[in-house]
């Protein structure tokens, strides 16, 4: 069976963190230790036109810029773990009977069938198994998260990192790269050297909701401690605020993600709001009052999916109660959002800070930079986190 994501025990040399984003291409490196520390955390927009529904369009204009990327940074790195992106990767937790692991993986590839939408000879397909069979009874049941993703989009990830002079080793899922990264936020005070050195916290009762708004497409995450409970695509994403936005002024993309940024809150502002936002008289067009009435129907289907998804849960596998929950990804620094999005469930939301599985301090890079695009460095650090070897 193809393996799409390779197991943590494998030896494998220290890898770099490369997403490859519809809007950026970003890198971190980290330098192995308990915990990990920064080394290099840096992005560069992706090329015009090189990007198609999340898969790359043309490998060699986005490996060129990547190039020059690490070039400018003096990142001498020659492996690197990469994602394919949330539009190509389908991801369920399944049951099983219960068997050993030598006879699990053609039992894998053929229950997948029903869930993955794509022939199963075109996918690279990959598991991991969250019970323990001695632990199972004998005539029991048990539960494996499959993860797969196109062939084609695989192999475009790669070609890209070669290009760059990069030999891939781990072609990772976002929606995992996001979680590992965000492990600080999700264990909490529980969080320590230990679990950092990678001790397992399944048996860790809280469940987390965390929300990757990306570019082009989001995932919504529900985890207890380790264990992934669901992983589920959701059809709203940050370029759908600046598409609203684009329509409704009759502006090009840019101009409106300039607006977007400059602007844009998710919640109607105050006047004290819009002066801490420099708003400029001259463009009242774009007031933030007016983005706001723009892009609420966008938060309105945001907050549908996330509802769905819980619903989704629930039906399958039964009622669940929501201990902490995270937006992340570059969507995530659209003001106000966590709160807006907290008011519309009823329970507390807060934006997450990727850096406290790491140490920042060693990097050189200035605080206030790593803080202001902490959402945009949560995947590659997942990814980087995946390429520091262990033990």
């Known amino acids: 069976m193809s393996s799409l994501l390779q197991r943590l025990t494998r030896p494998r040399p220290a890898a770099i963190g490369v997403e490859i984003g519809t809007s950026a291409i970003k890198v971190v490196a980290l330098r192995p230790g308990a915990p990990p520390a920064l080394h290099h955390a840096v992005m560069t927009p992706t090329p015009i036109g090189s990007m198609r529904d999340g898969l790359v369009a043309d490998p060699q204009a986005v490996a060129t810029e990547l190039r020059g990327l690490l070039a400018a940074h003096g990142i001498t790195a ?112 529980h969080l320590n050297k230990t679990t950092l050195a990678g001790k397992n916290y399944t048996e860790h009762s809280e469940v987390a909701l965390v929300l990757e708004i990306g570019a082009s497409s989001s995932v919504i995450s529900l985890v207890r401690g380790d264990r992934i409970l669901m992983a589920r695509n959701i059809a709203v994403a940050a370029d759908d605020f600046t598409t609203a936005l684009q329509r409704a002024f009759d502006l090009d993309f840019g101009a409106a993600e300039e607006i977007k940024l400059g602007y844009a809150m998710a919640s109607t502002p105050t006047e004290a709001e819009e002066d801490l936002l420099n708003f400029d008289l001259a463009r009242e067009q774009y007031s933030p009052a007016r983005i706001f009435e723009v892009i609420r129907p966008v938060l309105a289907d945001l907050v549908t999916e996330v509802r769905r998804s819980l619903e989704f849960y629930r039906v399958q596998s039964g009622d669940v109660v929501i201990d902490r929950t995270f937006v992340a990804g570059g969507g995530a620094k659209l003001r106000g959002l966590e709160n807006a999005i907290s008011d519309a469930l009823g329970f507390r939301v807060d934006v997450a800070n990727p850096w406290l599985t790491v140490d920042t301090s060693a990097s050189g890079a200035d605080p206030g930079y790593l803080q202001q695009h902490a959402a945009e460095f949560t995947v590659p650090l997942g990814l980087a986190l995946r390429g520091v070897p262990h033990g």
Request: charged content about 30%.
């Open 78 to 189: 020659r492996h690197a773990v990469t994602a394919v992106p949330n539009q190509s990767a389908v991801t369920r937790n399944i049951m099983v009977p219960r068997m050993e692991r030598g006879d699990l993986d053609e039992a894998i590839k053929w229950e997948a069938e029903r869930y993955i939408p794509y022939p199963i000879d075109e996918v690279n397909l990959d598991y991991d198994l969250l019970d323990d069979p001695a632990q199972i009874a004998e005539d029991g049941q048990m539960e494996a998260v499959i993860a797969a993703a196109p062939s084609e989009a695989v192999a475009r990830q790669a070609e890209v990192l070669r290009l760059a002079g990069l030999e891939p080793v781990v072609v990772d899922l976002k929606s995992f790269a996001t979680l590992r990264a965000l492990r600080g936020n999700l264990l909490g005070e």
